[in-house]
């Protein structure tokens, strides 16, 4: 992966040289980006700006004990899997101990391990191996709420004069009724009562998931010493869940009907956010060598930059997810609606702008909450899978983000053919069908084929490793249900065909390792009206990349706009018919994408 970058003139050896090298090495980082200090911020090298990161779902991910859940065993004797990929990290979602209401992110202990997980022994041997491969970590941290058999929220509950009734927000409710209208994400109200005390807790998740109170200087405290904890043992990486929603509005004042439409975006309201995110980064995160992401679901896009603004020392990058729910409800979130290719690159290029010379995003098409890419943005049927597939890796990774890739989209996973709501194991599912189908807003056939759709289980289906017994998870019973297409789509089938969708990332990724345009190039979207064709360029001082894709099942004849003219052909695929240098016409077959060098 060593490479040399040349910007303005000034060639520099970029951070990518030391991803060969010791982790320790990386603090060589800053006498590099010292000697570019003429250079705009948005190409100032980092490890995590070049790396391809690779989203585990450890439930679904490989099971070595049989018990049917995955386990970090399962993480670590698939490492080697992950490095012949060419990915530079992983990031896990949660792995510590929790009653599992929402799939671990209700945690009931931040510094022990899920026992279907393994050990802190396991955990300490992940990051050992990983580091033998030089590859890094990133946890999933979460820290707006935490379960409700914590011990804190245990103590808070036992009495109203107890020291950690406010580590939580507890307030009396109004004619017996919860203290204002606040929505939960997960359906119902956002209060819940406890009749022991007669007050109610705020809950914006899950019942199980009482949020924390950060306006108390104490939970700030204990939180950053569970931080430096993991960071210890030599993570590298921290994954902040729903970020924004720290900081409450003061008062809890009753939501307007307007406000309660969107209500995601006003939990996002509070004044201390950034404070708080300022101050974390100052009292902790600037003292290692470790990289920060913001889940930042409700901000607006014209807000985001101010939660990644490396000028303002809070988060490194950010999950915004304005693209990945461009076909969703504002409202009705479980809902599906119709998208179109110019609305969905508007988003991209809106959201590079937004990052700016000073910030720097993710990027990714489907993750743990989210259905499947090919399903959502591609074609799922039998004969498009693989076309589709290959051809959103090439967007994944030709973006001036860092790539985060989910489980299985390497193979073309599909969103699994659910018929039934006895088949979701979702807790947002179950809590949306109380609120429209038992309330009879909907009727229960809508509703299914809605969620069928939308439904973050789709994402959240075992991982498909062979064509054996259970998709070669587990030895025993899957915790949930494997996708029955599995016999056709599996990592050994994939591996040995040369064309499959997990050799053409591979392919991708090592493009984009190799060229640095393909990082920090300039974007530029050149014909955003265009809803059959998405075609953007990379430049990087005189080198000029275009990136096209045909997001139909047509044959397109796509002339190139601008007098560009190709030099040559970087890579390709789903093409009938190789594209010729100084070509200025391209005629590209259903789903064809591929990468070129401009004159």
């Known amino acids: 992966m060593s490479f040399f970058k040349k910007l303005t003139g000034v060639a520099v050896t970029f951070s990518s040289l030391f991803m060969t090298l010791a982790p320790a090495a990386y603090s060589a980082e800053t006498s590099v980006t010292q000697s570019i200090q003429t250079q705009k911020e948005s190409t100032l090298p980092a490890w995590w700006k ?34 012949s990929l060419g990915i530079d990290a992983i990031w896990i979602n949660p792995h510590y101990d929790s009653p599992n209401t929402d799939n671990g992110y209700d945690i009931r202990d931040y510094e022990k391990i899920m026992q ?30 935490t379960s409700d058999q914590h011990p804190w929220f245990i103590q808070s509950k036992s009495s109203k004069e107890n020291p950690y009734r406010e580590y939580y927000f507890w307030r009396d409710g109004k004619d017996n009724q919860p203290p204002n209208n606040y929505p939960s994400f997960f359906g119902g109200s956002a209060w819940q009562k406890d009749d022991k005390t007669g007050q109610y807790y705020l809950h914006y998740f899950a019942r199980q998931q009482p949020d924390l109170n950060w306006d108390n200087p104490k939970v700030r405290g204990d939180l950053y010493a569970m931080l430096r904890f993991w960071l210890d043992k030599g993570v590298s990486g921290m994954r902040f869940d729903t970020v924004a929603t720290y900081s409450k509005i003061p008062g809890f004042p009753d939501l307007t009907p307007e406000q309660q439409k969107n209500f995601a975006e006003q939990y996002t309201t509070g004044p201390n956010i950034h404070r708080y995110l300022q101050e974390m980064k100052q009292e902790v995160l600037s003292r290692y060598d470790v990289v920060t992401a913001g889940e930042i679901f409700g901000v607006p896009l014209e807000r985001s930059s101010d939660f990644f603004d490396r000028r303002r020392n809070e988060l490194d990058m950010s999950f915004m997810f304005d693209l990945i729910r461009l076909d969703r409800d504002s409202n009705e979130r479980w809902r599906h609606k119709k998208w179109t290719l110019s609305q969905f690159r508007q988003i991209i290029n809106k959201m590079d702008s937004n990052a700016g010379e000073y910030g720097w995003n993710t990027f990714f098409l489907d993750n743990h909450d989210n259905p499947r890419a090919v399903s959502h943005f591609g074609d799922d049927s039998p004969q498009w899978i693989e076309p589709s597939a290959k051809a959103l890796a090439t967007i994944i990774l030709t973006q001036r983000a860092t790539p985060f890739i989910f489980q299985g989209s390497e193979l073309g996973m599909t969103n699994y053919p659910f018929k039934k709501l006895n088949e979701f194991d979702d807790i947002e599912v179950k809590g949306f ?16 084929d809605n969620v069928r759709l939308t439904s973050r289980d789709n994402s959240r289906t075992p991982f498909q490793w062979n064509d054996r017994k259970n998709a070669g998870f587990t030895s025993g019973k899957p915790w949930f249900r494997i996708n029955p297409n599995y016999v056709e789509i599996n990592a050994d089938k994939e591996l040995i065909r040369n064309d499959s969708v997990l050799n053409y990332y591979k392919e991708m990724i090592k493009l984009r390792h190799k060229t640095p345009a393909l990082i920090y190039g300039t974007y530029k979207d050149i014909s955003p009206e265009d809803d059959s064709v998405y075609a953007y360029t990379r430049t990087l001082g005189k080198e000029r990349y275009l990136v096209v894709i045909n997001f139909t099942e047509k044959t397109v004849r796509y002339p190139l706009p ?12 789903n093409q009938n018919k190789t594209a010729e240098k100084q070509s200025t016409v391209l005629t590209l077959s259903p789903w064809q994408a591929g990468v070129y060098e401009l004159q």
């Open 433 to 448: 069908w109380q609120d429209y189908v038992q309330t009879g807003k909907v009727s229960a056939e809508e509703f299914i």
């Open 562 to 573: 601008e007098n560009n003219v190709i030099k040559s052909i970087l890579i390709e695929a």
């Open 50 to 83: 070049e790396a391809v990161f690779y989203q585990i779902y450890p439930r679904s991910f490989k099971d070595t004990n049989g018990d049917g859940i995955g386990d970090i065993r399962g993480i670590i004797e698939k490492l080697d899997y992950l490095k």
């Open 116 to 145: 279907e997980y393994g050990t802190m022994e396991d955990f300490d041997t992940l990051v050992s191996e990983m580091k033998k491969r030089n590859m890094r970590l990133m946890i999933d941290v979460v820290i707006n709420h």
